[in-house]
């Protein structure tokens, strides 16, 4: 009895050991593995669709062994909410943008600091270079895996109140930031009222008088009908701040070696489709608000904005300011 009793318990035991090592595989004829990715934007929104291309490529190079997904229109919750459950494995990837992200790595901030970049390109041959690779696996001790980087274009000041030509005209205007201690640190440092909030409350923040405005790229301020209720828009192009896609490492992990290359390289293949796609829908967005009337300003010189930021850089950790001495370098 002892020995049979014993006997089953190994078998329990071995069977146990396989599934927990295996359970995220799947085989020919078994039944796929579905993951769940989180989006905060609409469908139609570039981003949305870059993950839509990513989870297309994932399950034509499975075979259809693996699918994702996607949940656009934040129904899986807020970026900084989704952004935990990740962590956590309870959601399996997300597009997100870095800022909320260097709560979990602090290091990101390095690569949104204000007036960094060039230009686009400039951007683009940071993070396709040794830089942004390193970026994208220094996230695994929080617990994710980095996939991939997504276009948001440049983020600029709206708001309700006065057009925004100068440094003075940002005073005491509230404006809406992400929840990130860098951006709460840019607007306060150009002498306006940070106020962190959810982006999905930004519309009846602004036309409610809760805050003034906030700060955007030409996408998200028209997608969101912010235009509609926020009339001056100054392009500044304080930040290029890129997304990213990310995967929870828990997951990741009960996934064998080729197919999280599978993944890893489709997240990769995605990114042109997606660029491509946000330079499209700027276009859109750009010639939709202009046509709706509301007044656009075109810096001439951002100087006197860019020497605000100053104390910002002064504060940065010495390996944060070797990282964007190197950033900096890039091209030159």
């Not at 329990?12 to 004829?29: D, K, N, Q, R």
């Not at 909410?81 to 901030?109: H, K, Y």
């Not at 929840?179 to 607007?187: I, P, Q």
């Not at 962190?196 to 700060?215: N, R």
Request: hydrophobic share 45%; with cysteine.
């Amino acid at each position: 009895m002892k020995k049979g009793m014993l006997v089953l318990l190994m078998v329990v035991l071995a069977a146990s050991f396989c599934w927990a090592a295996g359970s995220a595989e799947s085989t020919a004829g078994s039944s796929p593995i579905v993951l769940r990715l989180a989006e905060t934007h609409p469908a139609d929104y570039p981003t949305t669709r870059g993950d839509f291309e990513f989870a297309r490529l994932v399950e034509e190079r499975s075979n259809g062994r693996i699918k994702i997904e996607v949940y656009p229109g934040s129904q899986l919750g807020e970026e900084r909410a989704v952004i935990e459950q990740v962590q956590f494995g309870a959601i399996d990837f997300t597009r997100v943008s870095i800022s909320p992200l260097a709560a979990f790595a602090p290091d990101f901030n390095a690569l949104q600091m204000p007036y960094l970049y060039r230009s686009p390109a400039h951007m683009w041959e940071v993070l396709n270079s040794s830089i942004g690779d390193e970026f994208l696996g220094s996230l695994e001790p929080a617990g994710f895996v980095g996939l991939s980087w997504f276009d948001s274009g440049a983020r600029s000041f709206y708001n309700s109140v006065r057009p925004i030509k100068s440094v003075a005209d940002l005073a005491g205007l509230k404006i809406r930031v992400q929840e990130s201690a860098l951006m709460v640190g840019l607007v306060e440092a150009l002498g306006a009222v940070a106020t962190p909030m959810p982006f999905g409350e930004v519309y009846s923040a602004i036309q409610t008088g809760v805050i003034d405005g906030a700060e955007n790229n030409w996408p998200s301020y028209y997608s969101t009908s912010h235009y509609e209720v926020a009339n001056y828009f100054t392009l500044d192009e304080h930040t290029r701040v890129p997304e990213i896609t990310i995967a929870s490492k828990i997951t990741m992990d009960k996934l064998s070696a080729a197919d999280q290359a599978l993944i890893k390289q489709a997240a990769k293949d995605s990114m042109a489709f997606q660029i491509k796609a946000w330079a499209d829908y700027e276009k859109v967005a750009e010639q939709a608000v202009v046509a709706n009337g509301n007044e656009i300003y075109r810096l001439p010189d951002n100087a006197a904005f860019q020497a605000a930021m100053q104390p910002l850089y002064d504060a940065l950790s010495a390996d944060l300011k070797a990282v964007v001495a190197k950033i900096r370098a890039v091209g030159k």
